[in-house]
């Protein structure tokens, strides 16, 4: 019998910390998989100022270069300790072979403590964990 642990691969592409202006995330490879979730995790974001905003972006890439936007699969955050997700389907049919979480910060005194992993599901070799 497999698992949730054994069908799923957790991958970070933007390693905890704190941010104060626009990053981009390592490329990930998702080669073998059918699926993947973006999943990001805030901690005390500065809030002091109205204009402040935090985007993490999904991009694409077909060989780990040259990465554009993948539309509509944006994740924002709007408060403290605020994780938000975004599925992403049909990976390597659809969607291009390597992914990267870019965050887009703006407003007067921007501040982002967190991290955006992405969860890779549907591995067709087998269990990813499996021990």
Do not use: C, Q, W
Not at 89 to 110: E, F, I
């Amino acid at each position: 019998m497999r698992h949730l642990y054994d069908n799923t691969k957790v991958v970070a592409s933007l390693v905890p910390a704190t941010r104060t202006a626009d990053a981009n995330g390592t490329g990930i490879d998702t080669k073998g998989y059918e699926n993947a979730m973006l999943v990001v995790s805030a901690g005390d974001i500065d809030l002091a100022n109205a204009d402040e905003t935090y985007v993490v972006e999904l991009e694409e890439s077909d060989d780990n270069s040259t990465f554009t936007d993948a539309t509509g699969f944006d994740v924002t955050i709007t408060a403290d300790n605020e994780v938000g997700v975004v599925r992403i389907p049909n990976l390597n049919t659809t969607r291009k072979r390597y992914l990267r979480a870019v965050l887009n910060v703006g407003g007067t005194t921007p501040s982002f403590p967190g991290n955006a992993v992405f969860l890779l599901g549907g591995g067709d070799s087998g269990p990813v964990n499996s021990d």
